[in-house]
């Protein structure tokens, strides 16, 4: 496996490949922010974020899989799609 390959997620909802979405350079500064002078608002702040970021960048779902896996395989398979 390459190393662009790592990043790699497919979802199951619309058939996305590629990486999931990411922290923005706003989001980051803001956890900071709220971790330096508000620290509970920061720690959910943060957990919010964290589930936010999983989702896939296409569609929205949060039912991304690893593209390599055997699901992926599978699903890809039995579509017709390749990965």
């Not at 706003?26 to 956890?31: A, C, T």
């Not at 039912?63 to 390749?82: C, F, K, M, V, Y």
Request: proline share 7%.
């Amino acid at each position: 496996m390459g190393k662009n390959e790592k990043n790699v997620w497919y979802c199951k909802s619309c058939g996305y490949k590629g990486p999931p979405r990411g922290y923005t350079a706003f989001q980051i500064v803001l956890i900071c922010f709220f971790l330096l002078f508000a620290v509970i608002p920061g720690i959910l702040y943060a957990i919010y974020v964290e589930s936010w970021k999983k989702g896939c960048p296409k569609c929205n779902h949060k039912s991304l899989i690893p593209a390599d896996s055997p699901e992926a395989l599978r699903i890809n398979a039995e579509s017709g799609r390749t990965l």
